[in-house]
Each structure stands twice: as C-alpha cells, then as structure tokens.
C-alpha cells in the first residue's frame, strides 16, 4: 500500500492508506508514486500476473452522468448531463464500453459540467451503460440507458385493401416479431411476422382489413422473445 501523511509543523499525521481494491500479496503495491496536486499515482509493478498496473486515487469529487429520458426508441433524442469534469474538456459519449462505439461529444463548461443531445442510433430492445469520458482527464462516468421499440407505418392513412409498410426499430435483435392489427372495439387481427435483424429493426407489408373501421385504428408489433412492445396508428379512410 501507500500512504498519504500531512505536516503540521515538525509533525507527520497518517490521514489515508491507498491500497487497490483487487490487490494481492506480492503485487509491491506503492513501490512508486507520483503526487500533482491532489492526485496520486501509485504503481504495482507485479500487479496482473507480473503485468504490472498503476492505480489513480483523487480528492476530487467523482464525476456524475444521467440521461434523461432514461429509456427512449432508435430515432428519439435524449440529453446526456454531467458534472465535476475538467473545465472546458472534450467530453466523448460511449455505448456499451468507454472505448469504440461513439454516441456524442460536448465539452464542458468552466465548472466542468456538460449536456450533449443524442439522437437514439437503431440497437437491439434492453438496457446498455453509457460512459462519459473526459479527453483530458482521463476522467469517467457513466449512467444506464434502455432502449424501446419502436413501430412505423407508411403509408399513415388508406382505405380497406390498401398496402401498408410496417418498420420496426428497438426490438430483440433476430427475434420473432408478430404484427397485429387492433380496431377500436379492442378486436385482435393477425397481420403475419417477421424475423428482426441483429440491430433489432425489421420491415413488414399487409393490407389493412376489409373490416377496418373508418378512423384511429392501431398495428402492434410483439417480440416472441422479449416480449417487447411497439406501435403506430393508422387513419383508415
């Protein structure tokens, strides 16, 4: 381990022992350490089966992310907010990893905090971490994110016989997806099914019923596996 002391005159004070979370006898722990400002750099130079490993502890207070909504389709906006990064650094948004898949980038503000706006990119139905990584500091945060279905219809108005196109985005990823049509008196057609692809979006065309009502009637759209629901609406003329 390390230890951090503080002076007061002639006198040394023990005030915190940094020692790593996942670390094991032999690691040679504090064996090198390097202080800025309120940081410290502490190496294990047989940390990680004799890989080595340096570890980074602060008195900074810890970044924050959240997003809000906190669960939206492919396609809609959502607003990533943090705060406690470095003032005036580039702020990247990653999906899954703090590395690869890009969502957005912002930069922070004087008190280090940020709101970067993010269209929804098409992702299979279910919850993802979203990490927020400072490009100067190395700083991290991240918040979870969950995706829902979504269901579109083109055209949006016809007569009975007529075809629609029915995409779906936001489901399980190659799962089945059983597509309904529903009047309003609450009565169930089946419209056929369709096999989503690995982003969870798939694309199916049936003709509205002879016995569709004139006005709102609504298409659903069930994954088999998740259970996952979407739907759209359809003037019937």
Known sequence: AAYVYVRSGTAWTEQAKLSASDGAPGDHSGYSVA??????????????NQT???????????PTLS??????????SVAFTGSTFAAGETVNLYLTSPVG???????????????????????????????????????????TFSITPRLAVSPKTGAPGASVTCQGYGFGASELVNVYWRTPTGSYLFHGNATS?????????????????????????????????????????
């Open 52 to 62: 080595g490993a340096a570890y980074v502890y602060s008195t900074r207070p810890v």
């Open 35 to 48: 202080l800025s400002g309120d940081t410290a750099l502490v190496g294990a130079y047989s940390a990680a």
């Open 101 to 143: 898949n890009l969502l957005g980038t912002g930069t922070a503000d004087s008190a280090g905090s940020f709101v970067i706006t993010v269209q929804v990119k098409s992702a299979p139905y279910g919850p993802y971490p979203v990490f927020a990584v400072g490009q100067t500091s190395g700083d991290q945060a991240n918040t």
């Open 197 to 237: 692809d690995t982003r969870g979006s798939f694309r199916l065309t049936f003709t509205i019923p002879a016995s569709a009502p004139v006005g709102a009637n609504l298409v659903f759209g069930k994954g088999q596996t998740t259970s996952a629901v979407g739907k759209a609406q359809v003037t019937v003329q």
């Open 67 to 76: 997003v809000n909504p906190s669960s939206a389709p492919p396609g809609a």
